[in-house]
T-cell receptor, first 114, second 112 residues
Framework: KQEVTQIPAALSVPEGENLVLNCSFTDSAIYNLQWFRQDPGKGLTSLLLIQSSQREQTSGRLNASLDKSSGRSTLYIAASQPGDSATYLCAVRQGKTSYDKVIFGPGTSLSVIP | DAGVIQSPRHEVTEMGQEVTLRCKPI?????LFWYRQTMMRGLELLIYFNNNVPIDDSGMPEDRFSAKMPNASFSTLKIQPSEPRDSAVYFC??????????FGPGTRLLVL
C-alpha cells in the first residue's frame, strides 16, 4: 500500500530565503507526482506535475524534482515571499489507468516571515 | 469558468441529522472526486466517479455515507445520520483530459 510522507510538518523562514520541502513515497512504481498549495480555509491548487519519466519541473520561483528510484520528491522555492505562506501537499498517482487514485501526503505548513 | 462550486460552504448540525453536500464540477471534466480533510487523518479520498458512474467507493467510511452523481454537472454527498466524528472539511474535485485535479473551496461541516 502506497504511503506518502512529508518532512518537515511545519517550517518558518524569513522572507527572501530559499527553501526545500520534502516528500517521500513507499512504492516507487508511480505514474506521476503533483505538488499542491492550500491556503487557509481554501481548496487545493495544483502547482507542478511531474510525470514518472521526468526528473523535474519548473514554474517561476518553484522547482520540483523527482527521484523515483529512491521514492523522493522535493519542492524548491526560491527567494521566498510572505505570499508563499500556505500548506504544501504532494500527491502521487500510482498507475496510468484511468481508475488509479491519487494519494496525498499530510502536507508541510510554511510560514514566511516578513 | 467559475471553477468547482460547492454548497453549502459551512454547515452546523446536530448529531443524528441528515447532511447533504453539493458539488458542481467544471463543465467537461469527466472525473469527480469527494475528499474529506481532518487534522488527524489529512486528506482522504472517499469516492470518485467517471462519466457519472461510481468507480471506487472504498474510502467511504461506513454505510451512513452515500454519494450520487445524477448528471455530469451535479453530485451530492449525503451523511445520514451524522455523528460528531464526521466533522471535517469535505472537498469536491474534478479532472478533465489533463492530469490535474481542480478542487472546490470545500464545505466545513461541524456536527454537534
Amino acid at each position: 500500500k502506497q504511503e506518502v510522507t512529508q518532512i518537515p510538518a511545519a517550517l518558518s523562514v524569513p522572507e527572501g530565503e530559499n527553501l526545500v520541502l520534502n516528500c517521500s513515497f513507499t512504492d516507487s512504481a508511480i505514474y506521476n507526482l503533483q505538488w499542491f498549495r492550500q491556503d487557509p480555509g481554501k481548496g487545493l491548487t495544483s502547482l507542478l506535475l511531474i510525470q514518472s519519466s521526468q526528473r523535474e519541473q519548473t514554474s517561476g520561483r518553484l522547482n520540483a524534482s523527482l527521484d523515483k528510484s529512491s521514492g523522493r520528491s522535493t519542492l524548491y522555492i526560491a527567494a521566498s515571499q510572505p505570499g508563499d505562506s500556505a500548506t504544501y501537499l504532494c500527491a502521487v498517482r500510482q498507475g496510468k489507468t484511468s481508475y488509479d487514485k491519487v494519494i496525498f501526503g499530510p502536507g508541510t505548513s510554511l510560514s514566511v516571515i516578513p | 469558468d467559475a471553477g468547482v462550486i460547492q454548497s453549502p460552504r459551512h454547515e452546523v448540525t446536530e448529531m443524528g441529522q441528515e447532511v447533504t453536500l453539493r458539488c458542481k464540477p467544471i463543465s467537461g471534466h469527466d472525473y469527480l472526486f469527494w475528499y474529506r480533510q481532518t487534522m488527524m487523518r489529512g486528506l482522504e479520498l472517499l469516492i470518485y466517479f467517471n462519466n457519472n458512474v461510481p468507480i471506487d467507493d472504498s474510502g467511504m467510511p461506513e454505510d451512513r455515507f452515500s454519494a450520487k452523481m445524477p448528471n455530469a454537472s451535479f453530485s451530492t454527498l449525503k451523511i445520514q445520520p451524522s455523528e460528531p466524528r464526521d466533522s471535517a472539511v469535505y472537498f469536491c474535485a474534478c479532472r478533465g483530459g489533463r492530469e490535474t485535479q481542480y478542487f472546490g473551496p470545500g464545505t466545513r461541516l461541524l456536527v454537534l
